[in-house]
């Protein structure tokens, strides 16, 4: 049984997982409970899972990382903005 | 050159990201600025990746998404139980 859509599933969730949290920080600019040093660690990390991909040749890893990416850093620049 | 380090890091950091903010809503129980949309995305995803960790065998990928699972379950009840 071919099983690789799982990991596609997988990937597509815990990417657009951050839509909701970016629109809802963008909308009411609510920082405060958000965490400086999460954002900081998880996009070092997601820029280390980028370089992977690219290591690996993964497009779906490239892409997907690259969509956490931008997400994930206008939640940071809206948390350093407002605090 | 063998960059498999790249990946093990990669999984190290978005894992342990999300260390600091449970340990932030946690003490602050501040959960107002947090996307309860979020964590119900990513949880399904983690539990998506955890099983295809499973699928593939691979233990550092199962590990992670425990630990990842933990974390992200404890903010996902802080978030349910003070809105």
Redesign the interface.
């Given at each position: 049984m071919n099983?690789e859509w799982?990991?596609y599933?997988?990937?597509?969730?815990?990417?657009?997982?951050?839509?909701?949290?970016a629109?809802?920080?963008i909308r009411?600019r609510?920082?405060?409970?958000?965490?400086?040093?999460?954002?900081v660690?998880?996009i070092?990390?997601?820029v280390?899972?980028f370089?992977?991909g690219i290591?690996l040749g993964s497009w779906p890893m490239i892409l997907a990382n690259a969509v956490t990416f931008v997400l994930a850093a206008v939640i940071l620049v809206l948390k350093l903005r407002h605090g």
């Open positions: 099983l799982l990991g599933l997988a990937a597509v969730l815990t990417t657009l997982a951050f839509v909701p949290q629109v809802k920080t009411s609510d920082t405060s409970g958000i965490s400086l040093g999460m954002y660690v998880f070092v990390g997601i280390c899972w370089c992977y290591v």
